[in-house]
């Protein structure tokens, strides 16, 4: 496995830089077609209700209308889900609406405005239903029932038990004991959801959109619409934001289905306020944490209850809870632990797959009792967390055995060290002295806090992790093929690094095909921080066997004897699910990631309001593969952490939406990036992955919120439990105003 062309590790451009910057790079919302209809969708007003009866007659006389259908005109089974199709395309008389913002009709027409005005003409008449909206009300034997085909809005539970919490508790000289929330956020991407779709002379159905596993798209769409899956393809399009929200259908179905009815071009563009109500969103939690330690700063016992909002459909709220669950006690050995979590339904958006997939809520409560607890016992933070952080053989609560996990104490350090050197001390009072800037006339004070955070690499809990790749080379250049997406983060180029880092070839040689799904194979999803790894093992494999093939040929091959074609199906190390009755499994994750930052806050008390001023983020990636897009995700995670901490939340009353743009769904923008990010990358290569890399693109999240909630705790001599930590929320716990 050469690297001599110094592809590995070094600061190479991406290689979707220039089509981005120049307007070259065609995004779905920009692709026209001849003869092209619009398509817009009818959505349920009603977080609950029974559809008794639906008018489709003066919509479909509208003239420029071309189709307008609902859930009687799809052939197939008309449901979709990543897991569990339990939310329909399109509703019926009959049927059931679930939220607000649930599908009910779709049109086609030959304007935009004709669409908008042939929904305005759609009759729909509602049966309203209880509606249920806090899912610990939900879990109530007498709640109303979000489907009733269930005897209970619980979708799903985990139970764990690792040793005996009861004598963990004994041996404890300091208990702490707190609860924790998290809201609704949405993943915010600057390119709402949209799509074309078109019906080819041979019947096959080309659906183009922003996406985050095509393939999976496909399979989705074919089996909600009755269909072979060779009758659909899917093709990416440029992606302008992911973070998990485009891995659930949106646009693709509706459009496909339009196409197939109608046997023309169809485009559909989602207005902001739409994006907004239909997106999934990153779970809201609950948390119980009971937390004990010797007086020497040994943790003993951990008990934790976790209630999560699914909303409406069941969409990864099974698996982001169990996910939640291997990582609830943040990357520290505990020798008796005890969870309880529930995610249940409600009549609320569904929540779905966000940048951290549940390790960033759980991560937050985990964090902030450290913190606690290191005030409690009169012991650094800082300390505290280092006697407590995993090593090498390392057993966490889940049983599993950690052979590499020496990360987790090398990126504290480390960014400890760093942050000292600028003059940032966690701890109370440690920033106080040292960042004085007049800071006292102007009502304003300075806090330091620190926080860890672990996260999985790839799928896990048995499911089976796997990439395919095919090579094609010669001599002078290469075609490497993968269904990997680029949404933002960097693998196309990445991956083309490995390969012409194996076939010791310039960048420049090496042409990437990505994400058709007529042309490419499964890589699998842009989701868990697994492309790097996975699919990068795919083609590092696919491309050693192809050099390989290529030396055999000797120094003079025949013409015809070129090129050289690979194809290779990497399945990444086995994991184990939990078992059922105790949580505990061998292996639920085949590897980790490690972090830690330490971040210096300005909180004004008079107002309320905080300034992220400095930021240190250490974090273990196994390698650096692309040094520049490391450090990249690093501060991009950093800073959309500081929005979850800080600013966002998608508010609902009575189940309906009171966030419909980006002027009230607040994300943080340049001005509200810390002035200095300074980015540590620790290099513990993993034995499996290629090159040793592991992956970063989640791990920066986790820590923002807990080191954040620190300072400001530094800085005022309060704690906030709920996320985010508004100005009101400080001046309530000031005691500023009343509650």
Not at 427 to 450: E, F, I, N, P, W
Not at 474 to 500: F, H, I, N, W
Not at 601 to 607: A, M, S, W
Request: hydrophobic share 40%; charged share 20%; aromatic share 6%.
């Amino acid at each position: 496995m050469m690297s001599q062309s110094g592809m590995v590790g070094g600061r190479a451009t991406r290689l979707d830089a220039w089509d981005k910057v120049t307007g070259r790079a065609l995004y779905p919302a920009d692709m026209s077609m001849e003869n092209m209809l619009f398509a817009s969708v009818l959505r349920s007003p009603h977080p609950h209700a029974r559809i008794r009866g639906m008018n489709l007659a003066a919509a479909r006389a509208l003239p420029g209308v071309v189709s307008v259908l609902n859930g009687d005109d799809i052939e197939g089974p008309n449901a979709y889900g990543l897991i569990t199709p339990d939310q329909p395309v399109l509703d019926r008389v009959g049927s059931q609406v679930r939220y607000v913002g649930d599908a009910v009709a779709a049109v086609a027409a030959e304007t935009p405005q004709a669409a908008e005005a042939a929904l305005a003409l759609i009759e729909v008449d509602y049966e309203p239903l209880p509606a249920i909206f806090d899912p610990r009300l939900a879990m109530a034997d007498d709640a109303p029932l979000v489907h009733k085909d269930r005897q209970s809005n619980v979708l799903h539970y985990v139970r764990l038990r690792q040793g005996d919490l009861e004598a963990g508790f004994a041996a404890a000289d300091v208990i702490v004991e707190n609860h924790y929330e998290t809201p609704f956020i949405d993943h915010a991407y600057l390119q709402p959801e949209a799509g074309v779709a078109r019906m080819d002379d041979n019947g096959q159905v080309t659906i183009w959109a922003a996406t985050q596993w095509p393939h999976e798209n496909r399979r989705e769409i074919a089996y909600a619409l009755g269909l072979p899956e060779e009758q659909i393809r899917v093709i990416q399009m440029a992606t302008g934001g992911a973070f998990g929200g485009r891995e659930d259908i949106s646009v693709q179905i509706v459009l496909a289905l339009l196409a197939l009815k109608t046997g023309r071009p169809v485009k559909m563009v989602y207005t902001r306020p739409e994006s907004l109500v239909t997106s999934t969103k990153r779970h809201p939690f609950y948390m119980r944490y009971r937390t004990g330690a010797t007086r020497d700063g040994l943790l003993t016992a951990l008990e934790i209850e976790i209630i999560t909002n699914a909303g409406a459909y069941a969409s990864t709220s099974a698996a982001i809870l169990t996910t939640a669950v291997t990582l609830a006690t943040g990357p520290y050995e505990i020798p008796n632990v005890s969870i309880d979590a529930w995610t249940v339904y409600t009549n609320t958006p569904p929540a779905g797959a966000m940048r951290g997939f549940g390790s960033n809520q759980a991560n937050f409560a985990a964090e902030m009792q450290m913190s606690r607890l290191a005030e409690a016992l009169g012991i650094d933070p800082v300390e505290l967390r280092r006697r407590n952080l995993y090593r090498n053989g390392s057993t966490m609560h889940t049983g599993q055995v950690l052979p590499q996990a020496a990360g987790a104490v090398k990126t504290l350090d480390l960014a400890v060290q760093q942050a000292a050197e600028l003059g940032m001390k966690p701890g109370r009072g440690g920033a106080r002295g040292a960042s004085v800037r007049d800071l006292a006339q102007r009502g304003k004070r300075c806090g330091v806090g620190v926080a860890c955070g672990f996260k999985n690499v790839g799928y896990n809990l048995g499911w089976d992790d796997k990439s395919v790749a095919v090579v094609e080379a010669y001599p002078d250049r290469a075609v490497v093929k993968v269904g990997a997406c680029e949404v933002g983060q960097g693998s196309t180029t990445v991956l083309a690094q490995m390969a012409a880092a194996v076939l010791e070839l310039p960048l420049s040689a090496i042409e990437m095909v990505v994400s058709d799904t007529n042309v490419v194979p499964n890589s699998g999803s842009a989701s868990a921080s697994r492309q790097t790894f996975v699919t990068g093992n795919a083609v590092v494999k696919a491309a050693a066997e192809a050099a390989q093939r290529l030396a055999e040929l000797g120094p003079n091959p025949s013409p015809e004897a070129l090129p050289v074609i690979v194809e290779y199906t990497y399945h990444a190390p086995a994991t184990t699910p939990l078992d059922p009755e105790t949580g505990q499994g061998e292996k639920p994750n085949f590897t980790y990631g490690y972090g830690a930052q330490v971040v210096e806050v300005e909180v004004d008390v008079e107002t309320g309001e905080v300034d992220v001023l400095r930021a240190v983020a250490a974090h273990d990636v196994g390698r650096a593969i692309n040094l520049t897009n490391v450090e990249g995700q690093i501060e991009g995670g950093l800073v959309m952490s500081q929005g979850y901490s800080l600013l966002e939340e998608y508010v609902l009353w009575d189940g309906k939406p009171q966030t419909s743009t980006l002027a009230t769904f607040l994300i943080p923008t340049i001005a509200d990036a810390p002035a200095e990010i300074v980015p540590l990358v620790v290099e513990e290569p993993d034995p499996d992955g290629p090159f040793g890399a592991r992956g970063v693109g989640e791990m920066p999240m986790l820590p923002t919120p807990g080191a954040i909630a620190a300072a400001i705790h530094d800085a005022t001599e309060v704690w906030i439990d709920q996320l985010p930590i508004t100005p009101e929320r400080i001046l309530r716990a000031l005691g500023c105003l009343s509650t």
